[in-house]
């Protein structure tokens, strides 16, 4: 089992900008993937931004691209993502999610995010 806590959310105004964490425990060993994944009120679940533990560069989805960077510390088994020139649409509840083989996929509890305009 992988558990996984977020936090870092909040309330700021657009072209703000905020950093999310997302600290594992547990059988973090069997994790090759962390991402995170928003949703927004009405709105499925989308990937916002993932990063592979092996090497290999992060993804994102087209509507963060270059505002959002995802990142992590090893010694800290922490992912974070840095959200810069933050927009009303990213106003969402954002999820720390891991993945791994046989079937691992684990998820936080969810980090609230609210942008004004």
């Known amino acids: 089992q992988v558990q996984l806590v977020e936090s870092g959310g909040g309330l700021v105004q657009a072209g703000g900008s905020l950093r999310l964490s997302c600290a594992a425990s547990?059988?973090?060993?069997?994790?090759?993937?962390m991402g995170w994944y928003r949703q927004a009120p009405g709105k499925q679940r989308e990937l916002v931004a993932a990063i592979t533990l092996g090497g290999g560069s992060p993804a994102y989805a087209d509507s963060v691209k270059g505002r959002f960077t995802i990142s992590r510390d090893g010694a800290k088994n922490t992912v974070y993502l840095q959200m810069n020139n933050l927009k009303p649409e990213d106003t969402a509840v954002y999820y720390c999610?891991?993945?791994?083989?046989?079937?691992?996929?684990?998820w936080g509890q969810g980090t609230q995010v609210t942008v004004s305009s």
């Open positions: 999610n891991s993945q791994g083989p046989y079937g691992l996929d684990s």
């Open positions: 547990g059988t973090i060993f069997r994790i090759n993937t």
